[in-house]
């Protein structure tokens, strides 16, 4: 289970101090001294924990708090509000644009779970009546094109494609034209991952950012990679300025660094998590339903 560690660890501390009648300084110092502990552990990011704990500190040990009456609970309360202002405090929603095809252009690494996410995002919004098409512009990994017209022909979405011979860039621009000829609602372009960030393919996203002009730039990355998702989500968001993050693989082991520090270190809100392989794994990411998952 995902957050497993961290939580265990947290709701230890959170029902510590829940249980003290009086909580002193040296109480709130020795809570965010382990709270600090197990965020480390959790691979959350060092700036972002010491920026939290800091805030902690200050409003827990703060005359309102320790004169209240219940002051092990009040700091309870203000450990779950800063892990959900961590998180991005409001559910960012996806943008809808003023006139119809909205535009959704999925980046991200090789096996991140772009194609998957794109196929998970037409079912989503299939559940509001919008209909989408999808643009299959991964011309890179192999069976990627495939993988997707599979993923159209079970959830009775078209897929617009091109084959592997011609350049993204061409298949994005045709693509689009198809959708605004077929009156849908959203088109979601899938685009050519690579193993590691290369100039070749950041090229190529902006040259295609440019043609479409998306009202989304989701970048999708996997929880299982921790700090490693967090770069690559500074590095894509310097590039292409990103207007969300899909977080993918949260149904798997991850200690959960990803989470919660990706939208302190980018700015960019987190706006579905991926919870399982199939069509329907996809869910809009509550950060404030996160940070009491966490807390117990
Ligand atoms: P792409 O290269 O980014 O297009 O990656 P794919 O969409 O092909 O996904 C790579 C692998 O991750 C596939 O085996 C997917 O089934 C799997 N995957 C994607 N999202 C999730 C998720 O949220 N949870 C789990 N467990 N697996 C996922």
Redesign the pocket.
């Known amino acids: 289970m995902a957050f497993e560690g961290l939580s265990e660890r947290m709701q230890a501390v959170m029902s510590k101090l829940r249980g003290k009648g009086k909580v002193s300084e040296a109480d709130v110092k020795e809570a965010t001294r382990e709270i600090r502990l197990a965020l480390l552990e959790a691979d959350v990011n060092f700036k972002v924990v010491k920026t939290f704990v800091n805030r902690v500190k200050e409003r827990a040990v703060g005359q309102e708090v320790l004169k209240s009456l219940t002051p092990g609970q009040q700091v309870v309360k203000v450990v779950n509000e800063e892990l959900t202002a961590l998180m991005g405090t409001e559910q960012a929603k996806l943008v809808q644009a003023n006139r119809p095809p909205t535009k959704i252009m999925m980046v ?11 196929g998970k995002l037409v079912k989503y919004l299939q559940k509001q009546n919008r209909k989408s098409l999808l643009v299959a512009g ?1 011309v890179y ?1 192999p069976a ?1 094109i495939k ?1 997707l017209q599979v993923l159209g022909e079970s959830l009775d979405t078209p897929v617009f494609s091109l084959g592997d011979q011609e350049s993204p860039v061409k298949i994005a621009e045709q693509g689009l034209a198809e959708a605004k000829q077929e009156h849908v609602d959203y088109v979601i372009f ?1 685009t050519a ?1 690579r193993l590691h960030i290369d100039e070749k393919m950041m090229e190529e996203l902006k040259q295609i950012r440019e043609k479409v002009q998306p009202d989304e730039i989701l970048l ?1 990355v ?1 929880a299982m990679t921790g700090q490693d998702a967090v770069n690559v989500a500074e590095h894509f968001n310097r590039e292409l300025g990103l207007t969300g993050i899909v977080l ?5 082991d991850t200690r959960g660094g990803a989470a919660l520090s990706v939208k302190s270190v980018t700015d960019c809100p987190i706006k579905f ?5 199939k069509s329907d ?2 869910e809009p990411f509550h950060p404030e339903r996160m940070a009491s998952r966490i807390l117990g």
Do not use: H, N, P, Y
Not at 108 to 118: E, F, H
Not at 248 to 252: A, M
């Open positions: 991200g690494l090789q096996g991140a779970g772009k194609t998957t996410t794109s991964d990994r990627a993988q899938d991952g999708v996997d993918t693989k949260l149904d798997g998590v991926g919870m399982g392989e794994a996809l």
